[in-house]
């Protein structure tokens, strides 16, 4: 079953066109309804430093800021397109965080492990990723890239390829950083069972 995204926000047709023609309250509400979404995503993909906390509150500002100059060029729901307005602006919302991380340099760093094989790959998080803050913590722990590729595909239902493309990389890149990045959230979250039953 495909992940349901935090962005799937059913935008009203007339909302969007109040926001469209300028109206102040209209896209101060769509800013209130993604402001959460858009944030998190940028955490999840940037990190959860300090650091990183204001970086991901400037990707909601610059992504806000794009999606008001452009909202007039969205086509999607009744204008003609089929993509919805969420599925827009969360597009806008990636291409910021994962911008911001190429300037940066850091999504050239992932996990490398000596047994490369995807067999765990449609694994489901870990039992402890139901734990928010645990997750967040595990998840800043890995590298960059790695930490995006696990994001987009089990948070946004991202598919590979589509990761692919997004991150300028192959599809097995996305499959392997997969892989591996879930072996490892899985040791950050499910620490040594014997210490448990000692």
């Known amino acids: 079953m495909p992940a349901t995204s935090s962005f799937a926000i059913d935008v009203p047709d007339a909302l969007l066109a109040r926001a469209r023609a300028g109206e102040r309250a209209a896209f101060e509400q769509i800013y209130r309804w993604f402001e959460r979404p858009v944030y998190t995503l940028a ?7 300090g650091g990183d906390r204001e970086e991901a509150a400037e990707v909601l500002q610059d992504t806000m800021l794009k ?6 060029d969205f086509r999607g729901q009744g204008g003609g397109g089929d993509s919805p307005f969420w599925g827009w602006l969360r597009q806008i919302a990636i ?7 190429r300037s940066q340099r850091r999504h050239e760093h992932a996990l490398v492990l000596e047994d490369d094989r995807y067999a765990d790959e449609q694994a489901p998080p870990p039992p402890a990723a139901a734990d928010a803050s645990a997750l967040g913590r595990a998840l800043a722990q890995l590298p960059a890239a790695t930490r995006s590729v696990l994001w987009l595909y089990h948070a946004e239902g991202y598919t590979h390829d589509e990761i692919a493309a997004l991150m300028q990389r192959t599809p097995s890149f996305s499959k392997s950083q997969l892989a591996r990045g ?6 950050l979250l499910e620490p040594t069972t014997e210490a448990t039953h000692a």
């Open 67 to 72: 999606v008001l100059g452009r909202i007039g």
């Open 182 to 187: 879930g072996r490892r959230l899985r040791e």
């Open 95 to 101: 291409n910021e965080a994962l911008m911001r991380l």
């Open 43 to 49: 955490l999840r993909i940037l990190g959860g430093s």
